[in-house]
């Protein structure tokens, strides 16, 4: 496609409700980031994906925290039990490779009531 | 955990008038990124600067890095009302197989 795309836009779960965020890459780019937004923050990484390969998962807050691309293109970002503290926006962003800019979606707005 | 401050954390400025926001970091790096975000959308990658290069310009900004003092500058030009936005800078860490690690931002206000 001609950009990331992110679903659902926005997201209302209660808590302890699990949740699953849907990323489609540009078609092509090997590298995926995920990458979680608190309201006037920078975005903090949590994972990262070259192709099918989850090579840095160190930004995951906890072991609710779970993501996954095996087929090397869509990726998800499911999180489990969720509780108020997961209330972001989450964001994934493409990239071909080392060195280039990234391009991101729009973002997934999560508020866990 | 954030790598790069920038400063001002906010900034105010008329149409027409130049803004420019500051970014230090840490840690050496491959390269440094600015990317712009408006309110509720995501990022948009504005430019790219390799740790060997000094200076860069993409219409109306310019960017500078000095790798010895681990900072960065992005300098708009002739701002709009539509610049209007938060500013963030990411740098890519020399250790292999990472990825961007963006600062706090500056939030730009161009008033007409």
């Known amino acids: 496609g001609a950009g990331v795309s992110q679903s659902p836009r926005y997201k209302v779960a209660k808590r302890g409700q699990d949740v699953a965020l849907r990323c489609d890459p540009i078609?092509?780019?090997?590298?995926l980031f995920w990458y979680q937004q608190a309201l006037g923050q920078g975005p903090e990484f949590l994972t990262y994906f070259q192709n099918e390969a989850q090579l840095d998962k160190s930004g995951l807050p906890s072991d609710r925290f779970f993501a996954e691309r095996p087929e090397g293109s869509v990726s998800t970002l499911k999180i489990q039990r969720t509780q108020q503290e997961d209330s972001a926006v989450y964001l994934c962003a493409s990239s071909p490779g080392p060195m280039w800019g990234y391009t991101f979606g729009s973002g997934t707005r999560l508020t866990v009531v | 955990s954030q790598q790069g401050e920038e400063d001002p954390q906010a900034l105010s400025i008329q149409e027409g008038e130049n803004a420019t926001m500051n970014c230090s970091y840490k840690?050496?790096?491959?390269?440094l990124q600015w990317y712009r975000q408006n309110s509720g959308r995501g990022l948009v990658h504005l430019i790219l600067i390799r740790s060997n290069e000094r200076e860069k310009h993409s219409g109306r900004l310019r960017v500078t890095l000095d790798t010895s003092k681990k900072s960065s500058s992005l300098l708009i030009t002739a701002s709009r009302a539509a610049d209007t936005a938060s500013y963030f800078c990411?740098?890519?860490?020399?250790?292999?197989?990472?990825?961007?690690?963006f600062g706090k931002g500056t939030t730009l206000s161009v008033s007409s």
């Open positions: 990411a740098t890519d860490e020399i250790q292999a197989g990472t990825a961007l690690i």
């Open positions: 078609s092509g780019h090997v590298s």
């Open positions: 840690t050496s790096i491959n390269n």
